[in-house]
């Protein structure tokens, strides 16, 4: 059996409304898995190896609902465009070079190691419509020890005809990639992953629908992003109740588990539906912000009890910082209290914190907190850079670090109960 | 005379609607001053000192025109707070221990190593209320080659009893250190700072007011931050037109060159009078997101004539990189936008450049730009990290630097031609 110690600052959000903190505590853990948390080492634990942080701050890994991996080059360029414009300048464009393996190992391994780096131990991801460049991506999650969900894409309109698939080889592709990586990892799995309603034939919806079913796979996609995709959906699908039926009319809306990013012009049906089905929403506030989309209503989400996690959705968003969403994501929900005329409260941030741990990480299954049971996925703060000048309370040193803190701050990284190493 | 050459990517805004881009090109450098860019270099200026920054791209430094030096260990704490009751809080007990110098140089020293590292040249600073904190800053500023102007607060009211001053006190003080710093450096330099209208009586805003006519020194303070305080200052002041002319009517506004932090609940006839007298609004995006203030409408005030610059507002801004202040600028800009039914335009990626630099530099003189005459404040970037999977235009390299760069890629920097090193 794998066990080990680990003694440090201990902080966790078991419900988001408060944090659970443990000052220089040992947290035991078995197979990968947490088992308990107390402030003297019991007898029977006293044989374990110790990992010894004590001072440092242990908190649980990030993680990541939504972000497109071919879209890494592009982080921070063209944010003058809308979403439409920037999608056909910028997004398609770079997408179409996914067909060249050597590119996409370029592009991939400085994505991962950049997750690493900032502490991002698990995400899901798009990545393009070519099949052996997510086979490629699926297999460089896999060395590296991050989790994962990664998607093949599928287009099969609307969109320039280097991206466009043909419907039945997209439906193939899409199975071969389920079939061949489902049972390989627990690890790192894939997703299905129509890219949003307008680029998706009735045909290819059904057949994704179905694959969903047949092999128990989970779904990701956009959902109501920017005012202009939404009328163009109506268009698209005159007939259904909005843009949220859509999807669940082809079994791909919480038939099996199911991420939605963005969620910013949900009409209250939708929200229902949502939480009804247990949809993940994913907020990406950073790429709400560049692409002039919006800002979510977060606390509306969780007040009608949708599940909801954070995302950078790169490269819409700019930066794969968990730590400066978790801050965005604060921020953003105080704009949106003032625009509510202070109806919806803004996030805590303890909420915050949550949102970009469990929140996200119960889409994972338990993995996000440091209850009996989850999985040990935790990273190691030295915060003494940004602590040097007076006592802080161990809440303040995580809020310094999330607010100012960043990958430098990151020492350690563990995944299931492995520490990590920089993956390439 | 000194003089030199630098050879690299240059690029800055002498307008704020395009980017100057000099690509492989040399900057001329005579007695801190820019001479001239050009493509070759001319025969005269082959005898000149050569820094070869080739492949690196040459910038202005960045300016902040409104940060608080004491509030500098708070950084990223108690957020979850509005305005009145943060300052309650946090930042009055963090600023009554100014009258410790020993933890003022603590502090401070840290500060000015951070500006110096995230590339912030020039910087207009509030101290406390502490005569000896201020002077302390004024000379570590000195020490560091750093441009500031740096000021003494004046509080005589509504304030804890530890932070009010006598009335008379406060203006002796103030008179004491414009004495003696007004015309020792032109780096760095004394600046009337009455924190805002509700903690300055009458008779001290009357006496700043003569002071800053007597000694030609500028002004900084805080206008329209958030709609309570605009409410408390019209119970003080019911006579007045409205919260700007407060200061107007006691020669704060204006009359010697004056900054005004915030400026969200601005009304027209506000904007106008800034215009007409010229003061400047310094946008604190970070700020204004994290204590629920608002969004400035930074369009309106640049089309109505006012002169703005962007600022950290630490404690209540977390962040002091301007790199990222100019990326919450536009953002906040594009939520704006929205908010007015798409009537004031989003700023462009090289406006919100501009006003980091040019825009806030124009208070300091000719600083900010690399045309003619200017103060060569100059930062050497090394984006090699950012730019290394295609190939990208010098514009998309800014791009990336600014929304996803740090510290880590300014290598050099240069105020009034010198370089300066680490300070502390």
Redesign the interface.
Known sequence: MDKMVLKGDIVFTSVKDRLDIFEDSYLIVENGKVVKISKVLEESYKGYPLKDYSKKLIIPGFVDLHLHAPQ??N??????KELIPWLETYTFPEEEKYDDLEYSR??FT?LINELWSLGTTRSVVFASVHKESTKLLLELFLESGLGAYVGKVNMDRNTKKELKEDTNKSILDTEEIIKEYKDKSNLVKPIITPRFVPTCSEGLLEALGNLALRYEVPVQSHLNENTSEVVWVKELFPNSKNYASVYDDYNLFGQTKTIMAHCIYNTDDEIELMAENGVYAAHCP?SN??L?S??MPVRKFLDMGVPVGLASDISGG??LSMMSII?AT???S??K???TNKELA?L??SEGFYLATKGGGSFFGKVGSFEEGYDFDALIIDDSS?A???E?TIE?RL??F???G?DRNIVNRYVEGREIEKPF
Not at 75 to 80: A, E, P, S
Request: proline fraction near 5%; hydrophobic fraction near 35%.
């Open positions: 890494y080059p982080r921070g360029l063209g944010l003058d370029k592009v400085r950073y912000y560049n002039s919006g800002i700019n930066s801050a604060i921020q953003a105080k704009m209290w003032l625009d803004p805590t941030f940004l040097d000048i007076k802080l303040e809020q310094k999330i607010y100012i960043d």
